[in-house]
């Protein structure tokens, strides 16, 4: 029987790709930083920097791909996690809106990335303890 | 759902991960329809059946009659 299991085949391609985009991101970032800010106000500055979005938008595809290539009950998994995440997240970012109106301190929209990752990988371990 | 996947693939000498490997399925995913936590999709459930040269019925078992 061949050791290169459907978990193995998967998670490789997912790695290789999504490792390419988030390289691209990168690379995007920094140079959107280092160009893109001393530009003066306009068209050209927005557009370099939003740039890094390119390899976000990669990355999103890279997922995409990776749900595909799972089988159905890793998929569903997968989804369900996504789902609970993304809802955690909205209860999160909806309750602190009502905080900031009650005088707690303004957070860019980027926090809001960073509640879904944080809620994204505390749903996966909890799902994956109860399910031993 | 239950069904005699464990029973099955134990006649055969077969481990999760071989049964896993021919179904081109993830080892998860034979664990969760063999301890009944998950119900495979009926294309994966026939090819299940093909597997072990068996019809669905004879290896699956619904938990109750329906109409």
Redesign the interface.
């Known amino acids: 029987?061949?050791s290169d299991?459907?978990?193995k085949r998967t998670g490789r391609a997912y790695l290789r790709e999504l490792g390419v985009a988030f390289a691209i991101y990168a690379i995007l970032l920094v140079a959107s930083i280092r160009f893109g800010r001393p530009l003066e106000e306009g068209v050209l500055r927005t557009v370099v920097l939003l740039s890094p979005m390119i390899g976000f938008c990669l990355m999103l595809w890279a997922i995409a791909r990776h749900l595909d290539r799972?089988?159905?009950?890793?998929r569903?998994n997968l989804l369900e996690s996504f789902a609970l995440a993304a809802a955690l997240t909205a209860g999160l970012t909806f309750s602190y809106g009502f905080l900031e109106t009650a005088g707690y301190p303004r957070l860019s929209m980027f926090a809001v990335w960073i509640v879904l990752a944080a809620s994204t990988g505390l749903v996966t371990v909890v799902r994956a303890l109860r399910?031993r | 759902m239950k069904n005699h996947i464990r029973a099955l693939r134990a006649e055969r000498g077969w481990s999760q991960?071989?049964l896993?490997?021919r179904l081109?399925?993830?080892?998860?995913?034979i664990n969760?329809?063999e301890t009944g936590?998950?119900d495979?999709?009926l294309p994966?459930a026939f090819a299940i059946s093909r597997l072990f040269g068996l019809p669905v019925e004879a290896i699956f078992l619904p938990d109750q009659e329906t109409a």
């Not at chain 1, 799972?70 to 890793?74: I, M, N, P, R």
């Open positions: 029987m061949k299991t459907h978990e799972l089988d159905e009950y890793l569903r399910q | 991960a071989d896993a490997e081109e399925v993830s080892r998860q995913s969760a329809i936590r998950y495979p999709s994966l």
